[in-house]
């Protein structure tokens, strides 16, 4: 099956810093990348959707200029956490869709990546 | 806004057992439903995915139903393991816009040998 991975897969940043994530599409072309945030013993929370070369749309409540998207290619989209603070601490998951055709898509999720702001 | 509701959102059983986690979502306009494992401090692992015109679809031993008029998906798992141990989480893709997947609040499963 449809690879996706994520560096890092862990993190340690102190507050005021940025972090940036990546995650790649391995064996296919992504036109869609999500970027979802869990945090402890909750569930996964769309933060934003992106399509290669166009700007990412962001959901309700997330601070677009907090959390930059790039889809800069078919086969990776950064995620950057600018200014952390410890409230950012989370686990970040991306997700890649793939078209398989008339119409129909397959989703495919990265291993994740923790983010501890100390 | 969809909303996806599981219950329970713990269930501590003994090895053998078979058992059924709940998954109901409020707006029954979707694409299809998915059913993940997470386990702790992992990715998500993809279990089933049901079209919204399928009944129900089956691996294994795991069997997920949809009904959809009703806002309902079960996942039925069969004689449990201890390996089953894991977050089951139950994903609607709407049928409109970007298609995103919302995920449900999950269900922490324990098996016990």
């Known amino acids: 099956g449809a690879v996706v991975s994520q560096h890092p897969s862990w993190v340690i940043c102190k507050s005021g810093t940025s972090v940036k994530i990546e995650c790649r599409s391995l064996?296919?072309?992504?036109?869609?990348m999500f970027w979802y945030r869990q945090f402890p013993k909750q569930s996964l929370m769309l933060m934003a959707t992106?399509?290669?070369?166009?700007?990412?749309?962001?959901e309700q409540g997330v601070e677009k200029d907090k959390f930059l998207i790039n889809h800069a290619s078919l086969t990776l989209s950064t995620l950057t956490v600018t200014s952390a603070h410890p409230e950012d601490s989370s686990f970040y998951i991306c997700?890649?869709?793939?078209?398989?055709?008339?119409?129909?898509?397959?989703?495919?999720f990265g291993p994740g990546t923790r983010l501890t702001v100390t | 806004k969809q909303e996806v509701t599981q219950i329970p959102a713990a269930l501590s059983v003994p090895e053998g057992e078979n058992l059924v986690l709940n998954c109901s979502f409020t707006?029954?306009?979707?694409?299809?439903l998915q059913w993940f494992r997470q386990d702790p401090g992992k990715g998500l692992t993809s279990l089933l995915l049901?079209?919204?015109?399928?009944r129900e679809q089956t691996s294994g031993r795991l069997n997920a139903s949809l009904d959809k008029s009703s806002g309902r998906s079960t996942l039925y798992i069969a004689a449990s393991q201890p390996g089953d141990s894991a977050t089951y989480l139950c994903?609607?893709?709407?049928?409109?816009?970007?298609?995103?997947?919302?995920f449900g609040t999950g269900t922490r499963l324990l098996v016990s040998p």
């Open positions: 997700s890649a869709r793939s078209l398989r055709g008339r119409g129909d898509y397959e989703q495919y």
């Open positions: 064996d296919f072309q992504a036109t869609t």
């Open positions: 992106s399509n290669e070369g166009s700007k990412a749309t962001y």
């Open positions: 707006d029954s306009a979707i694409y299809n």
């Open positions: 049901i079209q919204s015109s399928q």
């Open positions: 994903a609607v893709r709407s049928n409109t816009g970007f298609q995103k997947l919302v």
